[in-house]
């Protein structure tokens, strides 16, 4: 047998070597991005004191601000009325949409690439620029936040339903084809069935991103807690505010379990029907 | 030399898995455990290699003059002994994003110094020992592969070598060659047998015929008791006093395998 | 028939409980479609005045758009380190039980907290710049980051964890030796993920204060400077288009290869 000996380069002495300088290079990258921000984590110490006091006006946190002022309660409502419309509105056009761009149940690829080209441009618009936009044209107040989170649902999740719609089973499809169906029925009949389940699953999921998505637009005019929690803090009434910022804590795990519990429930019954 | 002496394990809920098992091994010993299914095989196993502490009953390890109790131990002390205990599972138990001479020379993590294995790592040294390690068991040659593109002889060689890269006072086997081929498995337990003259090897086989074979003592356990300790000529009623019933389910699954074992 | 019954009547009273919700929220939502045609017709009014984009912008757009991949990249490796930090504290078969219930809280509650509002916080505190948009947007991976790191921790087999305690390695060792490599691919895969969507949340945190190119739409519009916001938002289309192609290419490298160098 030949003597087998150790390869150089993967010698632990090599190799700690090349740690070595893999650390000391980022280490390097890290500090100069950390220069030309200005980040300078010894802030922390000369300026912690400002997140401390702002911790003490904080603290306690003013919870009655929830149920004196009504226009809070009524935010809350619109926060999640924007959420459940954006929802509801953006899930259907971008279903709609959906089966337009999707290989096999676009009437033409015409069609399919015009479609899927809109989707896109949706997809990577930022939620920042369609709300200025929409204040612009609808005025402050949640309506322009409504329009926002429909046009970035169907953005976002019209690609989803298509790439579901096109991954679908053809074993099925051909099926129903093979006895005589149209297109439509076969749509109706072995499409459909087939991507209910997911397109449930992403409706849950679209209505947490969009609950999140409410709460951050209602900071540049559009509506709901998101605003609420600016304004107090802009007016220095932050024990409002952190009273606010727990509410929307609350808000936002509640409904996700909500979720959680509701797919659950209907993703079962669309398996035993 | 190990010397389990009274080993008693309970469960909380009373029930007693182990009910007194005493044995003695020394440098040479291949020792096969035999039993039937729930016998207390594995628990022994986890005793001897401190996963798991005795109700009561100790287990010596002597070496060098020095006596340590297993049984005594807890958190360092029980790593320290540890390191010295040398083990190769049924799923061979690597890692397997790691390449094969690194899982090999995991085996020392314990010795070495805690701040060096952190910022160095190993040694040069070291990287040749666990080459000659996987030489041994004929491997030397998959060093730098990555152990999830080796097939489950090879795995288990890897094992092995880190095992014996521990420079254990002793081997344990929990069912070494359950998962591998019988060709595979023949290989492995002519590879284990000579190493048992540097230290007692101590497996636990399902297989009676394989354990019969190549190790040169067999301890059968039943029902939390050491049954029969002695030579590995197994007579037909001896095996079926140890596993009752179950003896005709591995005879059954045992033919094909007894052939290639025996061919 | 009875079953087929029952169900009819349930969806009839899910359709309607549906109805309602739907009109209350278009009310609270004060939906008017009055404005929504006008508005429509002066919304694409407006669109012309954003074009042409105002190109001879442009240069002063780079560095924005720089300082805002900058702010996101730095913000992802300080939030994966801390992540991976509480990810550790967070797994069951590492931590001890007490430790893995707060962490996971901690990581759930981050998780409620937009991004938005921890930066509105920290700029109230320390005021604008990037160092609250950094530091907004690492303690927002924590949610998202630290769960997932924590799930891949905790499907390491446990076998192989046994195993090499056998030999009589300490905690440390563990991490080092068994834990880190077999995590190495889904962490960098999530990271890589969670980069791209830092560089969307740092596009938006900066019309909050953060700087870069957020700020510079933010600011435009303030300025009615319609055709100049235009071309930062092209800028803004053109990095987030490129870090997606960059991400999705570097995924799946990880994906095929199984392992890093």
């Not at chain 3, 924590?142 to 046994?162: F, Q, S």
């Amino acid at each position: 047998m030949t003597e087998l000996s150790l390869q150089k380069n993967k010698l632990p002495s090599e190799k700690f070597k090349r740690r070595i300088t893999f650390f000391s290079v980022s280490s390097f990258v890290i500090v100069a991005i950390a220069i030309q921000l200005d980040f300078n984590p010894v802030l922390f110490f000369t300026e912690g004191h400002h997140l401390v006091n702002l911790l003490g006006e904080m603290l306690p946190p003013n919870m009655e601000v929830l149920w004196e002022k009504t226009n809070v309660f009524t935010s809350i409502m619109e926060t999640l009325a924007m959420a459940f419309m954006g929802t509801v509105i953006g899930g259907a056009g971008a279903l709609v949409l959906a089966f337009m761009a999707a290989k096999n149940t676009s009437p033409s690829p015409l069609i399919r690439s015009v479609f899927r080209l809109l989707m896109s441009i949706e997809r990577v618009l930022p939620r920042l620029v369609m709300i200025l936009i929409f204040v612009i044209a609808l005025g402050l107040g949640p309506f322009a936040g409504m329009i926002t989170l429909c046009v970035s649902t169907l953005g976002m999740f019209g690609k989803l339903f298509a790439d579901a719609i096109e991954e679908v089973e053809t074993d099925p499809v051909e099926a129903v084809y093979a006895i005589g169906a149209n297109k439509l029925q076969a749509i109706k009949y072995s499409i459909i069935p087939q991507v209910i389940p997911s397109f449930i699953a992403n409706l849950f999921y679209a209505f947490d991103v969009n609950l999140r998505a409410a709460i951050g637009l209602g900071i540049f005019g559009g509506g709901g807690i998101g605003f609420e929690i600016h304004m107090a803090m802009k007016m220095l009434r932050y024990s409002d505010a952190l009273a606010l910022i727990l509410f929307t804590i609350l808000l936002i795990t509640v409904f996700e379990k909500i979720s959680d519990v509701l797919r659950a429930r209907i993703l079962r019954e669309e398996t035993l029907s | 030399m190990i010397e389990v002496k009274d080993v008693v394990k309970q469960l909380p809920n009373g029930k007693q898995l182990l009910k007194g098992i005493t044995f003695q091994a020394k440098k040479g010993d291949f020792i096969g455990i035999l039993g039937p299914s729930g016998a207390g095989k594995t628990v022994t196993m986890r005793c001897l290699n401190g996963l798991t502490q005795p109700t009561s009953g100790h287990i010596y390890l002597r070496s060098n003059g020095k006596t340590n109790d297993l049984t005594c131990c807890k958190g360092k002390a029980l790593r320290e002994l540890r390191q010295k205990i040398g083990i190769v599972f049924q799923g061979f138990n690597l890692v397997k994003r790691l390449s094969v001479i690194e899982n090999v020379m995991i085996g020392r993590l314990g010795q070495i110094n805690p701040l060096r294995s952190l910022t160095y790592g190993f040694t040069n040294a070291e990287a040749e020992e666990a080459l000659h390690a996987l030489e041994k068991v004929k491997i030397g040659h998959l060093a730098y592969r990555k152990v999830a593109s080796l097939s489950g002889g090879e795995q288990q060689r890897v094992a092995i070598a880190r095992a014996i890269f521990q420079k254990p006072y002793m081997l344990l086997a929990d069912e070494p060659i359950a998962n591998l081929d019988p060709s595979n498995a023949k290989k492995i337990m002519k590879l284990l047998k000579p190493l048992a003259k540097d230290m007692p090897i101590i497996g636990v086989f399902h297989q009676p015929e394989i354990a019969a074979k190549y190790c040169n003592r067999i301890i059968a356990i039943k029902e939390g008791k050491v049954v029969y300790d002695g030579d590995t000529n197994l007579s037909e009623d001896l095996l079926v006093e140890i596993y009752g019933e179950e003896l005709q389910q591995i005879e059954e699954t045992s033919t094909s395998q007894e052939q290639l074992v025996y061919s | 028939m009875k079953h087929q019954k029952r169900l009819t009547f349930r969806n009839l009273i899910v359709f309607t409980i549906f109805i309602l919700l739907f009109i209350g929220s278009a009310k609270l939502c004060r939906v008017n479609l009055g404005i929504l045609s006008s508005g429509f017709f002066d919304g694409l009014g407006f669109l012309t005045e954003m074009f042409p984009p105002d190109l001879s912008a442009l240069p002063e757009m780079i560095y924005p758009a720089f300082e805002t991949i900058l702010i996101a990249i730095l913000a992802t490796i300080f939030g994966a380190m801390l992540s991976f930090l509480f990810a550790l504290a967070g797994a069951a078969n590492l931590s001890p039980v007490w430790l893995k219930t707060v962490s996971r809280f901690a990581m759930a509650v981050e998780r409620a907290l937009p991004e938005i509002v921890i930066i509105l916080l920290l700029v109230a505190a320390l005021g604008l710049g990037p160092f609250p948009g950094v530091v907004a947007l690492a303690i927002g991976c924590l949610g998202m980051l630290g769960r997932l790191y924590a799930d891949a921790i905790e499907e390491v087999n446990p076998k192989t964890i046994e195993a090499v305690a056998s030999v009589g390695a300490n905690k440390l060792q563990l991490i080092q030796y068994v834990i880190i490599p077999e995590v190495l691919p889904s962490v960098i895969s999530n990271t890589l993920f969670r980069l791209e969507i830092n560089i969307r949340l740092s596009v938006l945190l900066g019309a909050v204060g953060a700087g870069g190119i957020g700020y510079e739409i933010f600011y435009s519009f303030q300025l009615l400077e319609y055709e100049r916001a235009s071309t930062a938002i092209l800028v803004v289309l053109a990095l987030v288009f490129m870090s997606e192609r960059l991400s999705d290419f570097l995924r799946k490298k990880i994906a095929l290869d199984g392992k890093i160098k």
